[in-house]
């Protein structure tokens, strides 16, 4: 009898965690689009997307930004915006949270939701995601995916919070002059 009650109350436990790492884990369909795909993939979260043929011509990078909440609607990845980086005007380069944190000494409904993100979805962080003097970088290699997660201070007192994912191919494209907002 009491191996049949601890059987269940592990099952009901595994499922607890199971739907709850779930929900977090798959929580913004738009960042499981595959990089490289055609910017159609995208288009259902953001809209139309067209790319003007003075940037194609200049081997430009197109950014593409919305606030998650309208990009992933049901999701708690606080106050952050989903860029979408368009490269050879019609492929997916990458695509980055970036959280919008206004002030570190400011608690925010978003606190520490990109990082339960990541670390679900990719796996842990080094110092479970406690801030030191440098910062935190870290890099998976997942497929042909790279991705990239950072949270560090700059200037030292405005926290900056990063989810890029990108591939190899693309990634450098993503940091280079040539990238222009869709906001300018």
């Avoid at 809209?47 to 003075?54: D, N, P, T």
């Amino acid at each position: 009898m009491f191996k049949k009650m601890r059987k269940i109350a592990f099952l009901i436990f595994m499922v607890i965690n199971f739907v709850g790492l779930n929900k977090i884990a798959i929580a913004c369909e738009a960042l499981e689009v595959s990089i490289g795909s055609d910017k159609s993939k995208i288009e259902q979260y953001f809209g139309a997307i067209e790319v003007a043929e003075q940037f194609i011509e200049l081997d430009a990078v197109v950014k593409i930004s919305a606030l998650s909440e309208e990009v992933c609607s049901g999701t708690n990845l606080g106050l952050s915006n989903i860029n979408v980086y368009i490269v050879e005007g019609t492929k997916i380069g990458g695509i980055e949270v970036e959280m919008l944190h206004e002030d570190y000494l400011e608690e925010d409904d978003g606190k520490d939701s990109l990082y339960k993100y990541v670390s679900a979805r990719y796996g842990a962080i080094e110092n479970n995601g406690k801030i030191e003097k440098e910062g935190i970088y870290q890099v998976w290699e997942i497929g042909n995916n790279e991705i990239y997660y950072s949270k560090y201070y700059y200037p030292p007192d405005i926290l900056n919070e990063n989810l890029m994912i990108s591939s190899k191919e693309y990634v450098e494209h993503l940091y280079n002059e040539n990238v222009f907002s869709d906001m300018e």
